[in-house]
């Protein structure tokens, strides 16, 4: 299988800066697809931002200009830097990956467990 793991959410003042990890590991054959999405409470979870194996990127209209995503596939990571952050960025977000894996050799979504991210006004 596939694991994901996060790295780099917390607390920030709004108008700072947070930069957030997500390595994949296991039986990966290729990744293709990788994201983030967020879920703030009492709300459903929405996409932020996607990179695809090419570099293509697409956002969320709320983020475009503020967040970038970007990804080292020689370590199979994905990275989301958000700046300018906003009290309504605060949810917990998630990192996606679409996995060819090397047995049953399908490609699957995997989701990381989440990190909170907090911007304080």
């Known amino acids: 299988q596939v694991q994901l793991v996060e790295s780099g959410g917390g607390l920030v003042q709004a108008g700072g800066s947070l930069r957030l990890s997500c390595a994949a590991s296991?039986?990966?054959?290729?990744?293709?697809?990788m994201g983030w999405y967020r879920q703030a409470p009492g709300k459903q979870r929405e996409l932020v931002a996607v990179?695809?194996?090419?570099?293509?990127?697409n956002y969320a209209d709320s983020v475009k200009g503020r967040f970038t995503i970007s990804r080292d596939n020689a370590k199979n990571t994905v990275y989301l830097q958000m700046s300018s952050l906003k009290p309504t960025d605060t949810a917990v977000y998630y990192c996606?990956?679409?996995?060819?894996?090397?047995?049953?050799?399908?490609?699957?979504?995997?989701w990381g467990q989440g990190t909170q991210d907090t911007v304080s006004s």
């Open positions: 996606n990956a679409n996995v060819l894996t090397l047995i049953p050799g399908a490609n699957s979504d995997y």
């Open positions: 296991g039986s990966i054959k290729r990744i293709n697809a």
């Open positions: 990179i695809t194996v090419g570099d293509i990127t």
